[in-house]
């Protein structure tokens, strides 16, 4: 099956920019779904259709997918956003979505 | 603005069935994909499988001998079955609406831990 890969943890100074990747083969032609999760809460979808922000996510968050990487960018980091991210797409191949491994966005 | 509801035991014995209900409120289940998502303690998320309104389900491949998920459209509901569970099926179970065309999901549940011991 597809398979997403993400760095286990990314680490950024308050103020400053966050990037976070996931990576499969030929990505860029797949729909890329991003998603936080805070400890015990459920996640929240927070860029979808690769650079779509749903309502009441902060225009801090912004995605893009090219070639095998896909990316979400956090501008302006808050201690807020701290958090897990995970990114999914649909695996054709299966007809199952798929998740990355997530990533731990640690605020210093 | 669609809600998610997770219900169901939260400690199974080994070998047995572990069972959870998902009640959808503010809007119709006849509609959208309707999934299972589980996360085992500190691991990462994983698609446990999705029934479509119509009635037809995908699994996960892993879990798919094992897993049942079944919609009732008159009370809004829908439910999950996973027959002969150990300990690696202890994990924080989550129902959640999933968009048909980009398949992303917009609506999750709060989350259900289910714990398999005996």
């Known amino acids: 099956s597809y398979v997403l890969t993400q760095p286990p943890s990314v680490s950024v100074a308050p103020g400053k920019t966050a990037r976070i990747t996931c990576g499969g083969n030929?990505?860029?032609?797949?729909?890329v779904h991003w998603y936080q999760q805070k400890p015990g809460q459920a996640p929240v979808m927070v860029i979808y259709y690769d650079s779509d922000r749903p309502s009441g996510i902060p225009e801090r968050f912004s995605g893009s997918n090219s070639g095998n990487t896909a990316t979400l960018t956090i501008s302006r980091v808050e201690a807020g956003d701290e958090a897990d991210y995970y990114c999914?797409?649909?695996?054709?191949?299966?007809?199952?979505?798929?998740f990355g491994g997530g990533t731990k966005l640690t605020v210093l | 603005q669609v809600q998610l509801q997770e219900s169901g035991p939260g400690l199974v014995k080994p070998s047995e069935t572990l069972s959870l209900t998902c009640t959808v409120s503010g809007g119709s289940i006849s509609t959208y994909y309707w999934s299972w998502i589980r996360q085992p303690p500190g691991k990462e998320l994983e698609w446990i499988g999705y029934i479509y309104y119509s009635g037809s389900t995908n699994y996960n491949p892993s879990l798919k001998n094992r897993v049942t998920i079944l919609l009732d459209a008159p009370k809004n509901q829908f439910s999950l079955k996973l027959s002969s569970v150990t300990a690696a099926d202890t994990a924080v179970y989550y129902c959640a609406k999933v968009v048909t065309g980009s398949y992303h999901v917009d609506h999750w549940g709060q989350g259900t831990l289910v714990t398999v011991s005996s």
């Open positions: 999914q797409v649909w695996d054709n191949a299966i007809d199952h979505p798929v």
């Open positions: 030929n990505i860029g032609i797949k729909t």
